[in-house]
């Protein structure tokens, strides 16, 4: 059954992406341990390669015009682009920690602004002698506080929110990696199924030419038994015809 399923080149195939999910499975492992024991260095690295792509576009912006002598409409805007880009790059380069600061920091303020609304919204329902205005200004209070931690707290939230991550590509290189070794003990019984049954059909075809060679083949006949045979002074006390045929000599002699 395996033998129609899975042909020899199919389990070539799956043998080669078995190989490369093996690899791919380890370089995941590996990038979130990076994450999880590294998360500052990973988040200072790569803000510095952001702002080295950023420090590139901008001199090659810059480079574009200044090689380009000749006046033509939009220089003057792209040298402010470039140089806008320049500026960027040097500065994720010279304070990376910022960059990676950034994201919480916005979410940060996103989550107070948020806050600061619903607070607005509980005084109005306190104003209306709302049962739900206290309540409502417990969660108001929360989620000020939250996006506070977000702003204050920016870059130990990134590096844990990295490390985070990093836990999550470790389950995910791990889960692979199971799968993959499954898959692989599972090829090794389809070639073990396989070659039981070419060998089985090998051994069974044997049988059947050798089957066939005993029914087609003559008995051999002994030469003794031939001559016995032929002899013509034999005669079968069963057999009728010689008294038949001595009968007839006799009559013959009489009427003569």
């Known amino acids: 059954m395996a033998k129609d399923i899975f042909s020899e080149e199919s389990l070539k195939k799956l043998k080669a992406m078995k190989r490369n999910r093996i690899i791919y499975s380890l370089v995941i492992i ?51 682009v470039g140089a806008c880009m320049l500026s960027v790059g040097l500065w994720m380069l010279t304070r990376p920690v910022d960059i990676a600061s950034m994201v919480p920091t916005v979410m940060g303020v996103i ?91 090998a051994f069974v075809g044997e049988e059947s030419d050798e089957a066939v060679h005993v029914m087609v083949e003559e008995p051999e006949v002994p030469a003794s038994d031939m001559e016995f045979v032929s002899s013509p002074d034999f005669t079968d006390p069963e057999d009728p015809l010689p008294d038949m045929a001595a009968k007839n000599d006799a009559g013959e002699n009489f009427q003569g």
């Open 30 to 80: 590996a990038l979130g341990a990076c994450l999880l024991i590294w998360p500052d260095v990973v988040l200072t690295l790569f803000s510095q390669i952001i702002g080295g792509i950023f420090l590139a576009a901008g001199i090659i912006e810059i480079g574009y015009v200044i090689w380009n002598r000749a006046g033509f409409f939009g220089k003057g805007f792209l040298v402010l």
């Open 111 to 201: 989550v107070v602004s948020s806050g600061l609304m619903n607070l607005l919204e509980t005084v109005t329902l306190a104003r209306q002698k709302s049962k739900f205005g206290f309540f409502s200004a417990i969660l108001a209070l929360a989620t000020i506080g939250l996006g506070a931690l977000l702003i204050f707290y920016a870059f130990p939230i990134a590096t844990t929110a990295v490390r985070v991550a990093g836990g999550i590509q470790i389950y995910n290189g791990i889960s692979d990696l199971i799968i993959v070794l499954k898959i692989r003990t599972r090829v090794k019984e389809i070639r073990q199924e396989m070659t039981a049954v070419d060998a089985e059909g």
